[in-house]
Each structure stands twice: as C-alpha cells, then as structure tokens.
C-alpha cells in the first residue's frame, strides 16, 4: 500500500442526499489532488491543493466542493449529485507540485449515484 | 493544450514472454515528464517508471523500459518476462512545467498463463 487511504471504498447515494469522500496520506506530502475515473474515459484531474491552498480547479461542477483542512486530509462533499456522476473518485498525493513528481495514489471510493 | 493517447484499448500477452504498449503525446513544451503507471484490478494505482524528455537515454526499472522518440513524440513501455501480477490497466501520463498530469485512456493488459 502506498500511505494514501480514502474512505468509503464503495458510496451508493440518492440525488439528493449530502455525503462526503475522505482522502488521508501519510507521507509528509504538500500537494494533494482529486481525480475522477470514469469507464472509457482518462482520468479526469478535478482539483488540487498545495499546502492547504486550492491551486487548480479544472471547471468542476459546484456539486463538488473539495476541502483541505491540513496538508494530511483532502476530503470532497458532494451534493445533488447526477447518475453521470458515478465513477471511481481517486485521491493522489505528492512532496510538491512540482512537474517531476511522483503522484502516489489511494485506492479509490467507487460512487454510484442512483 | 497537451495530450495523450493510448491506441490499444486491451492487449494481452503470454507469460514469460514480451509486450509494449503504445502511448503518444502532444505538447508545445520543451521539458516535461513522462510517466507509465499501472493500476491493478481493485488496487492502487502505482508508477511503473519515469522518463525526462531532456534525458536521451531510455529508462529502465528491472522488466520495465521504454523507448521514448521525442521527434515523433512517442513513449512506448516495454515489459519483458511477463507476469500474471503485471495484469492491470496501463496509464500513460504527461506532465510539464505549466499544466497538471494529463492521462491517456488506458490499455487493459492481460497476462495469461
């Protein structure tokens, strides 16, 4: 295992219901990001945080807000959610944001909104 | 803009024996980073090897190299002795200075025995 957990690891969740993904790494990482994986498709970078900062937000919806408490826990609420919304949400972290960096990955939560 | 592309959706390859896998990218950046992670059935996805565009000299991390053409903008990862544990989803990423890691779709590789 790589030190990046994420919990749930499966989310069955109505329309209207308000849940959260959690992402915890145990790395000493500055730099931690969310992904969206959905079948067919590349992964999708949704958003990333640099030392507590959001840094990048790759024009996701407002269904999905991301929060970073501290430069260990990444988690994403969701709320309102679609049926196309369901994928495989992956948390990654790295030292930094520099470009030669390794992404080290969790495992994912697998989401299926009905 | 940058991208990637991953040409063969699913491959599959006998143990012991060799396979590579195709990616092709695009940028108008001088130096970035090339990355081969792999993702296996229901875990983490892990980085497989590495490769600096300013770096001529192919990588290589014991059964695992590529042949990276950066005329032709090509990186290919090659995998020698095959395993049935290098089953998994392939993922050919690119990186620069100025844009987050762009991923191809994948290659679904099957090792059989």
């Known amino acids: 295992e790589t030190g990046v957990t994420q919990t749930p690891r499966h989310l069955v969740m109505g329309m209207t219901n308000k849940k959260s993904l959690k992402c915890e790494q145990h790395?000493?990482?500055?730099?931690m990001y969310w992904y969206k994986q959905s079948a067919k498709k590349p992964l999708e970078l949704m958003f990333v945080?640099?030392?507590?900062?959001?840094?990048e937000n790759n024009s996701v919806p407002s269904r999905f807000s991301p929060e970073c408490p501290n430069s260990s826990h990444l988690f994403l609420h969701l709320h309102t959610l679609q049926p196309e919304d369901s994928a495989l949400y992956l948390c990654?972290?790295?030292?930094?944001?520099?470009?030669?960096?390794?992404?080290?990955f969790g495992p994912g939560t697998r989401l299926t909104v009905t | 803009a940058q991208t990637v592309t991953q040409s063969q959706p699913e491959m599959s390859v006998q143990e012991a024996e060799t396979v590579t896998l195709s990616c092709t990218y695009d940028?108008?950046?001088?130096?970035?980073?090339l990355f081969w992670y792999k993702q296996p059935p229901s875990r983490q996805m892990i980085l497989v090897i590495r490769q600096e565009a300013y770096k001529q000299q192919n990588a290589t991390e014991n059964r695992f190299s590529v042949n990276f053409q950066k005329a032709a903008k090509s990186f290919s990862l090659k995998i020698s002795d095959s395993q049935l544990g290098d089953t998994a989803m392939y993922f050919c990423a690119l990186r620069n200075a100025g844009n987050m890691l762009t991923f191809g779709g994948g290659t679904r590789l099957m090792v059989k025995p």
């Open positions: 990654a972290s790295s030292p930094g944001t520099s470009y030669s960096y390794e992404q080290y």
């Open positions: 790395l000493g990482h500055n730099a």
């Open positions: 940028t108008s950046e001088s130096n970035y980073y």
């Open positions: 945080y640099s030392l507590e900062e959001r840094v």
